[in-house]
């Protein structure tokens, strides 16, 4: 197994609504999570995908180009930090013009599920912070190489 670097990511997404214009709080919700992730190399994934399916065959990607062999994708102009979910290490979130709110009182929200394999795609726009996991087993330097690394190969 290849190790990368992990990271805590705070992630803060638009909530998918129903109900078109005529549902008044369209555009306005988002959640807001802590999520614990590897961050994703070409060689990582093609690991990942063959411990699920020893057949698998990296092919191009269906969306977005990879920049080099690291974990950006860019996509529409926009730039991506693909990676892999190891947990989600705090609860959701729910705000509504930035004040919390129960999931239970927003209306027209649709649960969207989480990818089986769990690599995901966070666009760059929506990550609000980045720290260091607690039991980080290398050197503070170690670890910015790496990820220094990742971006620039």
Known sequence: MLNQPELILTVETQCRLSGGKKNDMLNRVTKRYDVLVELSKKALYESRMKEIDPSFNISERKWGKRIESGCMI????????????????????????????????????????????????????????????????????????????????
Do not use: A, Q, W
Request: hydrophobic share 35%; charged share 30%; proline share 4%.
């Open 74 to 153: 860019e996509h529409k102009g926009s730039k991506y930090i693909e990676c892999f979910i190891k947990e989600l290490t705090t609860g959701v979130t729910y705000l509504l013009d930035g004040n919390t709110i129960n999931k239970e009182d927003i209306i027209g929200f649709k649960e969207t599920p989480r990818n089986d394999v769990g690599l995901v795609c966070y666009k760059v726009n929506n990550i609000r912070g980045m720290k260091l996991p607690p039991k980080l087993k290398f050197s503070l330097m170690g670890f910015v190489r790496k990820v220094i690394n990742l971006f620039v190969k």
